[in-house]
C-alpha cells in the first residue's frame, strides 16, 4: 500500500491529469446584487490515459464528468491543477498555452449525434472538415479519399456522401461524429455519453465499433457513460467520481470485481443482474439520500453523508487516494486504509 503522488513517470501515458478543479460563479440569490458564489464541478481530479487504452469514467448525473472532458480539451475554466499531453502542460490555471497539438491529438465525441452535426454541411464536408481546417495541405482528391475510407470504416458508404445529417437515424449520425472525429488520426478520442441518446441496440453495435477502432487504430478512449455496463463492456481502466473527485480508479477487473470505496460498491450493486435466481439472491446496498450540492459539498469525504460506513473521522479531512492490490487500484476513502492496514498488520 503506497500514498499515490502523481510522481511516477508512466513512458505510456499520453494524458496526465494533476489535481484538476473546475470552478464555476453562479449567482447566489434571485438578484443581480446577491453575488455570486462559487461551484465546484471538479474538485481536484488526478488520473492519467495510456496510449491504446479506454478509461472509462463513471458518476452519477451531475458529478462533473462532462465538465472534465471539457477542462482536458481547455473548454472549461481550470481554477488549479494542469493538463499534460505528451509531458507538455496544456492546460493550466490562467494561463494561455499552444494548444494547437492538443487540439490535433485529441478529439471529442458527444452524447446528442444529430445536434453535433452542422446541418448545413454534407456528410463529406462534415467528415473533410478537420482535415481542411488544421491548415494541412492535403489535394483534394485525397481528402476525398480518405472520408471515403473513413466511411465505410464506420459502416456508411459511397451513397451518404452528398446526404445531410437530418437524412440520417441517431444510430448513423454517431457513426459520422465517429468519422469526424477519427479522420485526423488522433490519438486521443474523448467520448462524452456517445451512446445514451440511442436505442439499446443501436448502443451495442456502436460500443462495438469504438471498440474495434480502438483496437485496430491502437487509440486510447476516455469514455464517460453513466451506464455502467457499458463501460465494463469497452474499458481496461474505470475511473469513479462523485461530486467532482475520484472515488476510484484501477483496472476494470478489480473494480467491477472487487469494488473497494463504499460509492463504487453501491453503483455496482444497483445494476441488476440478467439471472433473477442470482438477482433475488443479491443484497442490495441502497445509497441513502441525495447527491450533495457541488454548492455546498460536505466537508471531508464528499460521499460520507450517503455512504452507509461513515465514521465521525471522515468529515475531517478530504481523503487522500491510497493504491491497493497488485494492480494498484487508487481509493480514496479512510475506512478502506484503515482495513487494509489492519489486514497487513496482522499478515492477511
Ligand atoms: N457552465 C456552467 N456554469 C455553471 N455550472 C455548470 C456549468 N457547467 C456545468 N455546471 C455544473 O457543474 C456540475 C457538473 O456538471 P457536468 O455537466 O460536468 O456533470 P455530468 O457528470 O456530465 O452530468 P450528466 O451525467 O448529467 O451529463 C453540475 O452541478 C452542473 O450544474
Ligand atoms: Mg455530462
Known sequence: MTNTAHSSQDAATLLRVDNLK??????????????KTMLRAVDGVSFNVRRGETVGL?????????TLA?????????????????????????????????RRDVQMIFQDPLASLDPRMTIEQIVAEPLTTHGQDIARADVQRRVLTMLERVGLNAQHLRRYPHEFSG????????????IGEPQLVICDEPVSALDVSIQAQIVNLLRDLQRELSLSLLFVAHDLAVVKAISHRVLVMYLGRVMEFGDKRDV???PRHPYTRALLSA???????????????????EIASPLNPPSGCAFRTRCPDAIEACAQDVPQAITHGANATRVACIRVGDMMK???????
Open 22 to 35: 473546475v470552478q464555476f460563479g453562479v449567482p447566489r440569490g434571485g438578484f443581480p446584487w446577491s453575488g
Open 58 to 66: 463513471v458518476g452519477e448525473s451531475g458529478c462533473g464528468k462532462s
Open 70 to 102: 471539457r477542462a482536458i480539451i481547455g473548454l472549461a475554466p481550470v481554477a488549479d491543477g494542469s493538463v499534460r499531453w505528451l509531458g507538455d502542460e496544456t492546460v493550466l490555471p490562467g494561463a494561455r498555452r499552444d494548444t494547437s497539438r492538443l
Open 171 to 182: 444510430g448513423q449520425c454517431q457513426r459520422v461524429g465517429i468519422a469526424r472525429a477519427l
Open 256 to 258: 467491477y470485481g472487487t
Open 271 to 289: 445494476v441488476p443482474v440478467p439471472d433473477p435466481v442470482v438477482e433475488r439472491a443479491r443484497r442490495h446496498l441502497l445509497l441513502r439520500g
Open 342 to 348: 489492519e489486514a497487513s498488520l496482522s499478515g492477511r
